[in-house]
């Protein structure tokens, strides 16, 4: 139903004090209205959230077959992406030799790298080739440009043995660079042999950095002096320069003995493998005994080690030390003690160090799980939060546990994590995603029974999940909406707030412009890595596995990698109540390359399907007596801001102010705002449009 002005009060009825602004004119012709009034948009038409970039019907590249085409059921995983492009992977191709390494951008589209039988050096003058499919690790480690992989590989060739038929490479410059093959010599270690199957790479426990440097850890072969308790190496370099890192059987100053590297877990979802751009290197292991005059037992014989490039190994946190709570040692987490559970990196600047969720001996008798969050330095160690601290804007709420498989941290020690609240709370609200920075209280991102803005209505359930942290301080999660599970993604931004990135039911539009096959999707679950994104661009976008979801057999479900977009307009409250009235809160984010633009931001009580064809798209607003008022009258009365130009960042935030005591008849509708950005020359255009960012009118 079309909702007249005299429906929604005089609060829309305003008339204009002074002329329209210039911006108004721009903004008509630009939309190739006559005049500041808007009509409704043809039917037919549809919004998209998301554009897969590859999926069924794209034309893989492959010599020989270059019109082979992806099948419904094409299996990527590992992509990794800076600047909009991505490196990634194919399981189950079709045709032959179509699996392997493909690169994705913007301007060149897929090229493939290498697959089934592409010429690989195999470290002799045997001609070794990557053998069948599976060859290439479905695990992929990537430099941040992408210029830099590392990957595991099955060989193949007439000279290839099973002893000796798999090899880790980095592709660097163009061209693939052997580090280490299975049956051949060890680097550093007279007379020792590789002995690991090395196709098969998890991808956070390897590292590579931007110059190319390496990190791995590899078995070697037993026999000749080679046993269960010097087995195991960790190397650092690049091809045909490798250290040795660490390695089972060497001692610390201290005296202690390493054993089992990367004791804490080898488990993909929780690695204790980090490497950092200058070369520093964390990793866990066990200690033993040697020549330590401190008694080993089992509450002091683990630990996470710091290896710098040309210094002694050093004890960055051990189990027994004393914790950054008065009275209080690091104790054991679920008998392992302390893990890096979460994504992040090795802490910027020249002072290394992680973010570990650890259990605290000397704590809480009634805590049987990890009491506290620790920032741990080379140079020293912070707290940052602890089971019974309260949360910031919550009066008598605290936190009462910790949610152990989920939390993230970024290069400056913020921290992302998902808790349950005690005090003040209820069985309905007692479920949140926090955040805290050193020296800073624990902040509430999103919590249950919160309404989730930009979903109609939907509620935050109780089952989030805390994804990635970026390098802008954002922070990247999953939550299941009402009594739904993990079936929406989020980012909240530190500037912009909380931003909706993509839904269960949500369009995509495939590479030739057609709806993804049955209009639906799902976030696919990216290899080894539990649900994180497939990868984030430095201009905002995810880069996600989807699935379809209508009549699709999910036995290999990432159908295609798609470009979600982050939101990039958003309304705050997500709920209004007309009785009350208030004001609403539209922040804009467009980017950079409309920085100093008009913008426009417009609302309707009409919805926003089918909306409003532009230059730059479909504005996702169908058009009203709201809409045309927020034109014709924009920056006056109730309408905030809503028509300007925009910041060097590219932003703006617009705003409405509605009045106490709407009309009843308004509750239970939305309101859909839009926004758009406009080049007044040559020819006024429409150069951005954002997504739809909706608001729930309550009684």
């Known amino acids: 139903m079309r909702i007249q002005n005299r429906e929604l009060g ?5 008339p204009a004090s002074r002329r329209a602004p210039a911006q108004v004119w721009i903004v008509a012709s630009a939309l190739g209205l ?29 010599q020989g077959n270059p019109q082979v085409q992806l099948p419904v059921f094409g299996f990527w995983t590992s992509v990794r992406a800076e600047d909009g492009s991505a490196v990634l992977t194919l399981i189950e191709g079709p045709g032959t030799n179509t699996a392997g390494i493909y690169t994705w951008s913007e301007a060149n589209g897929l090229t493939r790298l290498l697959g089934g039988s592409s010429a690989l ?43 000796d038929d798999s090899g880790l490479y980095l592709w660097s410059n163009g061209v693939p660079q052997l580090l280490v093959r299975e049956g051949f010599a060890a680097p550093g270690i007279p007379g020792a042999v590789i002995g690991s199957a090395l196709e098969q790479v998890f991808p956070d426990l390897v590292g590579v950095t931007e110059d190319g440097i390496c990190s791995f850890r590899v078995r070697l072969a037993l026999g000749g002096g080679i046993g269960a308790s010097n087995d195991e190496v960790i190397y650092r370099g690049a091809p045909g320069n490798l250290t040795i890192a660490a390695r089972d059987g060497a001692a610390l100053p201290s005296g202690e003995r390493l054993d089992e590297l990367n004791a804490a877990t080898n488990a993909p979802s929780n690695p204790v493998h980090r490497l950092d751009a200058a070369g520093n290197l964390l990793f866990a292991c066990r200690l033993l005994q040697g020549s330590s005059a401190t008694p080993l037992g089992v509450d002091n014989d683990q630990a996470v080690l710091l290896s710098r490039p040309g210094q002694p190994l050093s004890v ?27 994504t992040g990196p090795v802490l910027a600047g020249g002072d290394p160090g992680a973010v570990f969720m650890t259990s605290l001996s000397g704590g809480s008798s009634a805590v049987s799980g990890p009491e506290a969050l620790v920032l741990v330095r080379a140079s020293g160690s912070a707290p940052l939060a602890r089971i019974g601290d309260p949360i910031a804007g919550l009066p008598g709420v605290s936190l009462s546990n910790f949610e152990i498989l989920t939390f993230a941290y970024d290069a400056q020690g913020r921290s992302a994590f998902v808790g349950r609240l005690g005090g003040a709370v209820t069985s309905s609200d007692d479920a949140a995603l926090l955040r805290v920075q050193p020296g800073g209280p624990i902040e509430v991102l999103a919590r249950q029974g919160d309404l989730a803005p930009d979903t109609g209505g939907k509620r935050f359930g109780n089952n989030l999940r805390v994804l990635t942290m970026d390098a802008l301080g954002r922070t990247w999660f999953s939550a299941g909406l009402d009594s739904e599970a993990l079936d929406s993604w989020w980012v909240h931004d530190p500037e912009l707030g909380l931003r909706l990135v993509a839904k269960l039911g949500d369009e995509v539009v495939s590479p030739s412009g057609q709806v993804f096959p049955g209009a639906f999707w799902s976030v696919a679950t990216q290899w080894t890595t539990t649900g994180r994104p497939a990868a984030i661009t430095n201009d905002g976008r995810a880069l996600m596995p989807v699935t379809g979801k209508s009549g699709f057999t999910p036995t290999f479900n ?16 997500a709920s209004l109540s007309i009785a009350a009235g208030g004001g609403i809160e539209l922040p804009l984010q ?11 931001l417009l609302g309707s009580l009409a919805g926003q399907s089918p909306g409003l064809p532009t230059d730059a798209g479909l504005l996702p607003l169908n058009p009203d007596a709201l809409s045309a008022a927020m034109l014709s009258q924009a920056n006056q009365g109730p309408f905030q801001s809503n028509l300007g130009l925009l910041s060097d960042g590219g ?17 239970g509708q939305t309101l859909t705002f839009a926004g758009l950005t406009i080049a007044a020359q040559p020819i006024p255009n429409v150069t951005f449009v954002s997504n739809a960012a909706q608001v729930l009118l309550a009684p």
């Open 10 to 14: 005089s609060v829309f009825a305003r």
């Open 34 to 62: 006559t005049g500041p009034h808007l009509h409704a948009a043809p039917q037919g038409l549809f919004e998209t959230q998301g554009q897969v970039l590859i999926g069924p019907g794209s034309v893989l590249p492959v």
């Open 121 to 163: 050096p195999g470290g002799s003058a045997d001609a070794v080739t990557v053998g069948a499919f599976t060859a290439v690790s479905p695990g992929i480690r990537v430099s941040a440009s992408g210029q830099h992989i590392l990957f595991g590989a099955r060989l193949a060739g007439s000279a290839v043995s099973e002893l």
């Open 651 to 667: 932003t703006a935030v617009a705003g409405l102010q509605l009045s106490a005591g709407l009309q009843p008849s308004l509750a």
């Open 316 to 342: 960055l946190v051990r189990e027994g030390d004393p914790a950054p709570y008065p009275g209080t040692r690091y104790g054991s987490l679920i008998g392992i003690w302390v893990r890096i559970i979460g």
């Open 590 to 600: 467009t980017g950079a390359e409309q920085a100093g633009q008009i913008y426009l």
């Open 558 to 573: 990432r159908l295609a990698i798609a470009a979600i977009g982050t939101r990039t307009l958003s309304a705050s409250p």
